[in-house]
């Protein structure tokens, strides 16, 4: 068996911060993007202030990591790290120490949000899905390893955000019926590629988020999404539920333009109805009936 060691970093790709100078990649200037799509502002921009990776021990963001490797379809070995969970021995959150035989193999890593309920299966170097009821924050990476010899190899690998994010603020104040926010997207897929990153399957999903903030404050939900090319458009709806499951407000924004490791922001009124109501009077009598008595 060969000894590997691996550290894990996650890095978010920032292109108006990239310092990198090889040929495929070009030094590009962002600034914000706002626009305007029906009842709701869109707003667009980085999920990341810098490009410089970090290990994934320091960034609270990533709360499970996932390291399998394959020979060709045969998984051969897979585990995964729990933050605050026991480790191996000598292991810490982000670094994983294992053996494998001579071969060739296709080493996938992922890193990502994790709460209670959550479900992120790993098939092969193109697929994974979260299963469960949310998508969350999440970092990948593929690469080629070659075990040629018994000696010791250590592999550093460095995750890229592959999905987008949709928040949805409300402009004006939850009421108390308000429990939860729907989001339904067009397009998209809670299934994904490690190696490009980009969905497996485009038939849209929805995502349901309880509503943290107190009755008669602004809102606040954010949902992700696995996009089936880097930049994709998209029609998001948007629906109010109350404890039992009923819409008390739907909204369909339609349009929006999404792009991985890129926040999107959809702020409007969700729970007044903003319309104008006007009402009229038919002051006309119809034809009287005279009775002679």
Request: glycine letters at 8%; a negative charge.
């Amino acid at each position: 068996m060969k000894k590997l060691s691996l550290i894990i970093g996650v890095v978010a790709i920032f292109a108006s911060c990239n310092n990198e100078s090889d040929t495929n990649t070009k030094s590009v200037q962002l600034a914000p993007v706002h626009v305007q799509i029906n009842d709701f502002d869109v707003s667009v921009e980085s999920m990341a202030p810098t490009r410089a990776a970090r290990p994934v021990e320091g960034f609270n963001n990533v709360q499970a990591v996932t390291l399998a490797f394959y020979a060709g379809d045969t998984e051969v070995y897979k585990t995964t790290q729990y933050r605050g969970a026991s480790l191996g021995e000598g292991e810490t959150f982000g670094q994983v120490d294992l053996s494998l035989p001579l071969g060739s193999y296709t080493m996938v890593a992922l890193a990502y949000g994790f709460q209670d309920g959550d479900v992120l299966t790993l098939t092969s170097p193109t697929l994974a899905a979260y299963t469960g009821d949310h998508t969350r924050e999440t970092f990948a990476a593929t690469q080629a390893v070659n075990i040629v010899n018994t000696t010791p190899v250590n592999i550093n690998a460095t995750l890229n955000r592959i999905m987008a994010k949709v928040d949805v603020n409300s402009t004006d104040l939850r009421p108390a019926e308000a429990h939860s926010v729907r989001v339904t997207f067009s397009a998209g897929s809670k299934s994904f590629n490690p190696t490009t990153g980009l969905a497996v399957g485009n038939a849209g999903f929805s995502n349901e988020v309880a509503i943290s903030k107190n009755v008669g404050e602004q809102t606040k939900t954010g949902s992700y999404v696995f996009l089936a090319a880097d930049e994709q458009t998209v029609d998001v709806t948007i629906e109010v539920l109350n404890s039992g499951g009923t819409a008390i407000f739907t909204k369909q924004v339609t349009n929006v333009p999404l792009k991985r490791n890129r926040l999107t922001t959809l702020t409007g009124a969700m729970y007044t109805n903003k319309g104008n109501a006007a009402f009229s009077v038919n002051a006309d009598w119809e034809t009287g009936n005279t009775i002679n008595f």
